[in-house]
Nanobody, 111 residues
């Protein structure tokens, strides 16, 4: 079973930066679009950035040049509103849209 494993979440102060990582367990994921979503308490899951839509405001998604199955989310100048569970996702040929998901990693921004 494919796994997407996120890491790097934690507690950060307002204005700080954090980098999340996501590693896919299968080599073929190096060929797929991968990205990041987040879900704050009481809100719907929302798109953050992806390998095909990489720079979105304070957030940048990138793929490791050597390990193509690993992606990152660089988050800068964090705000309390960025507090959420961040999920890694991939678009695979097995389904439509973003159809493979990680378990998520918590990011908490304290003021």
């Amino acid at each position: 079973q494919v796994q997407l494993v996120e890491s790097g979440g934690g507690l950060v102060q307002v204005g700080g930066s954090l980098r999340l990582s996501c590693a896919a367990s299968e080599r073929r994921f190096g060929m797929y679009a991968m990205g990041w979503f987040r879900q704050a308490p009481g809100k719907e899951r929302e798109f953050v950035a992806s390998t095909i839509d990489a720079v979105r405001g304070r957030f940048t998604c990138s793929r490791d040049n050597n390990k193509k199955t690993t992606i990152y989310l660089q988050m800068n100048n964090l705000e309390p509103e960025d507090t959420a569970v961040y999920y890694c996702a991939a678009r695979t040929p097995e389904g439509r849209g973003w159809n493979a998901w990680g378990q998520g990693t918590q990011v908490t921004v304290s003021s």
